[in-house]
């Protein structure tokens, strides 16, 4: 179907029927992955099955993967500027503890390539939204940073500093080859995908 999935499944060494993906719509609404099916519509993904590939597609919006070594349970979030002031985090990482036992110590977390602080600019009255919500650290001018209130957040879940881990490219002007909505908002998207092997 989809060539560009198939040759990523090829290069990756996945079936690419098992892939799991999100119809993303800006939410914090996190959902189990079922036994058959692969499509949910949602903004966080968390399975315990093996060769369960979850995908997170992004061009700026953090994706952000998940995982707890100890109970082998993985997910996947799609962080952009709603779903981090909804605390999608939260909700994943609640998730994987309801749902698979997994203990907070457990989980390493990793936020992918996305558009940092030195481009995200937002409206006067979001920026200041942003100040007086989350802390005057994470604005500059008006750029907010989304990946330190991710990092804020994740912290306040319990999430160790050593277990997060930062992407430090920015999608807009890196030059790096990821798609950026900002700089092509016609352009595709890159995706985050995590598995655990069977
Ligand atoms: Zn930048």
New binding site residues.
């Given amino acids: 179907m989809n060539t560009a999935r198939e040759n990523l499944a090829k290069k990756y060494n996945y079936n690419n029927t098992n892939l799991c993906y999100m119809e993303q719509i800006h939410s914090n609404i996190v959902q189990v992955v079922q036994e058959n099916k692969t499509l949910y519509k949602c903004d966080g993904l968390v399975t315990n099955q093996k060769n369960r590939p979850l995908m997170v597609m992004v061009a700026d919006c953090i994706p952000i993967l998940f995982y707890d070594k100890i109970k082998d349970v993985i997910a996947v979030a799609h962080a952009g500027r709603v779903g981090t002031f909804e605390n999608i985090s939260k909700n994943t990482i609640e998730c994987m503890c309801k749902t698979f036992d997994c203990e907070v110590k457990d989980i390493a977390v990793t936020l992918g390539p996305s558009?940092?602080?030195?481009?995200?600019e937002v409206s006067q009255k979001m920026a200041k939204y942003t100040e007086n919500t989350f802390g005057k650290e994470f604005v500059k001018n008006r750029n907010i940073d989304l990946q330190g209130i991710n990092k804020k957040q994740l912290e306040k879940m319990g999430i160790s500093e050593t277990n997060i881990t930062i992407s430090s490219i920015?999608?807009?002007?890196?030059n790096k080859p990821y798609f950026s909505y900002r700089k092509d908002n016609s352009c595709g998207r890159f995706a985050g995908i995590i598995m655990l092997r069977g």
Avoid: F, P, R, V
Avoid at 115 to 120: G, S
Avoid at 170 to 174: G, I, N, P
């Fill in positions: 558009i940092q602080k030195c481009c995200y920015c999608t807009q002007c890196s």
